[in-house]
């Protein structure tokens, strides 16, 4: 994993650590429950940007690498885990 990849996944996990802590703070204040669901939204939407920058440092790194090697072994499980991860068949 890059460096800016570890430094962007902490800043992002450490917003939605705080997010996370203000729903289960509104849930316990028995805050409307349409003003809970609209943080989990919001929570959902900045676990999608994490995925989403995960998944590019793994495709910059990992599986460029396996791609530019002559190991045929290490691209079709690069290339597996991807179908695996994005729906497609468990691994």
């Known amino acids: 994993m890059k460096d800016a990849t570890k430094t962007a996944a ?28 609209r943080q989990v939204q919001a929570i959902k939407a900045a676990l ?24 045929m072994a290490a691209r079709r499980e690069k290339v597996d885990e991807l179908v695996a991860v994005l729906g497609g068949r468990k691994k």
Do not use: K
């Open 10 to 37: 902490a800043r992002r996990l450490a917003r939605i650590e705080g997010q996370v802590r203000g729903v289960a703070r509104m849930v316990s204040e028995d805050r409307y429950c349409i003003d809970v669901v």
């Open 48 to 71: 999608g940007g994490l995925e989403q920058v995960m998944l590019d440092d793994h495709l910059e790194t990992c599986v460029e690498a396996a791609l530019a090697g002559d190991n």
